[in-house]
């Protein structure tokens, strides 16, 4: 099994700047893929950014490119969305992911709002 707990949410105005954080615990050695997805109120769960555990580049989806930094640390098993130049469209759930074993796992959710 795989558990995933993110944190690092909050409430900052448009310009502004969050890290997420989330600490992987278990067989991490069977996770292929891991990443960061958001949910809007209304919409469905997207992908902002991922990354296969057998090396290659980052994938960022074209609303968060230039703005958003996805990284690893792999000594403190912990992965890290930093959100820079956020903006009001930016406002949702974000949750932390894995691919394990063909099976989807998912963090708790952080809940992230842009507002002046």
């Known amino acids: 099994q795989v558990q995933l707990v993110e944190s690092g949410g909050g409430l900052v105005q448009p310009g502004g700047s969050l890290r997420l954080s989330c600490i992987v615990s278990?067989?991490?050695?069977?996770?292929?893929?891991m990443g960061w997805y958001r949910q809007a109120p209304g919409k469905q769960r997207e992908l902002v950014a991922y990354?296969?555990?057998?090396?290659?580049?980052?994938n960022y989806a074209d609303p968060v490119k230039g703005r958003f930094t996805f990284s690893t640390n792999n000594a403190k098993n912990t992965l890290y969305l930093q959100m820079d130049n956020l903006k009001p469209e930016d406002t949702a759930v974000y949750y932390c992911?894995?691919?394990?074993?063909?099976?989807?796992?998912w963090g708790q959710g952080t809940q992230v709002t842009v507002s002046s």
């Open positions: 278990g067989s991490i050695f069977s996770i292929s893929t």
């Open positions: 990354i296969a555990t057998t090396g290659g580049r980052t």
């Open positions: 992911h894995a691919r394990f074993l063909g099976r989807d796992v």
